[in-house]
């Protein structure tokens, strides 16, 4: 398990993150989202002992990741940026990682590297965006290291590559000990494979919840009521974290029981209502309006 308890990392005047905690299980896919700017790629850094915190602390497995070399052998980290030796192809980046984790399977990485059909022989300095991310995922997995961390790493794939390496990701979970921890701006990728997901904003952590608990808690509802006190009342005895009303037709995001609200709904005689599946986005920007931050502001 990897616990971050107060951590705090400043660039001069810029205040990166702010006394942030999170704890990512062990088995898990941890999926850390946020804004541009929001402090994503810093976390990753300081929780893979790249960075040092200058308030808080970090460890993996109960170990002290900054200068720990024996916390830091359990992690890989993927940068946004892929990052290889000059004039390097895929064999001498294979051999590196060799030197760098005593765990890496080679036999598997090069039947991975067929797989996706790369070149093991070919310049990486010619390869495209996509296909270098490729590298670093395969030489990422296949670095057998118990936790990898991602940074935007489906920025740039294609569809299919894309689901090609979230099937990997599973596999590995099921047949090894394996935490893989993804950051990313969107939300479709993280919705998609995490089971689990942290919301970064400015800085600071709103909230680190497994994503099947906020579904259960929170739903989504249209609805049309033609007694305007009793639409009234109706937001009153619910928990709304967030309204749009078009028309006479009511939609409402509230948190809660969903037998509870049906109930209390069907109460107030509507001529119209349904319960409709919550898309992360939406968990996400009702969390940050009731924790005040409006969304719209940044939009419009």
Not at 208 to 232: S, Y
Request: proline residues 4%; contains cysteine; negative net charge.
């Amino acid at each position: 398990m990897i616990r971050i308890d107060n951590v705090t990392k400043r660039f001069d005047d810029i205040l990166a993150l702010d006394q942030v905690s999170a704890q990512i299980q062990e088995g898990s896919i941890f999926g850390l989202v946020g804004t541009n700017g929001a402090g994503k790629s810093t976390m990753l850094r300081v929780t893979a002992g790249v960075l040092k915190p200058e308030e808080g602390s970090v460890t993996v497995d109960g170990l002290a990741v900054w200068e720990n070399p024996e916390a830091k052998s359990k992690i890989c980290f993927i940068p946004d940026t892929a990052w290889f030796f000059p004039n390097a192809t895929l064999e001498v980046m294979r051999d590196s990682y060799r030197l760098l984790y005593p765990k890496f399977d080679r036999q598997r990485f090069d039947r991975l590297v067929e797989k996706f059909d790369l070149n093991p022989k070919r310049k990486l300095s010619g390869f495209s965006k996509g296909m270098k991310k490729q590298v670093s995922v395969l030489l990422g997995v296949c670095a057998n290291t118990e936790y990898l961390f991602c940074d935007e790493t489906f920025d740039g794939l294609d569809p299919v590559v894309r689901q090609a390496v979230k099937g990997l990701f599973a596999a590995e979970i099921l047949n090894r000990k394996f935490t893989p921890v993804i950051a990313s701006h969107s939300l479709r990728e993280i919705e998609d494979i995490c089971d689990h997901v942290g919301l970064l904003h400015k800085g600071g952590i709103l909230f680190a919840r497994d994503l099947d608990e906020m579904k259960l808690g929170i739903h989504k509802i249209q609805c049309v009521i033609p007694n305007e006190v009793l639409e009234r009342e109706l937001l009153e005895e619910l928990q709304v974290l967030s309204m749009d009303k078009r028309g006479s037709l009511l939609t409402i995001v509230v948190r809660g029981e969903e037998e509870l609200i049906q109930k209390k709904l069907q109460e107030k005689m509507p001529l119209f209502a349904e319960v409709l599946p919550l898309t992360l986005e939406e968990i996400f920007i009702s969390e940050t309006e009731v924790a005040g931050y409006d969304i719209k502001n940044l939009i419009f």
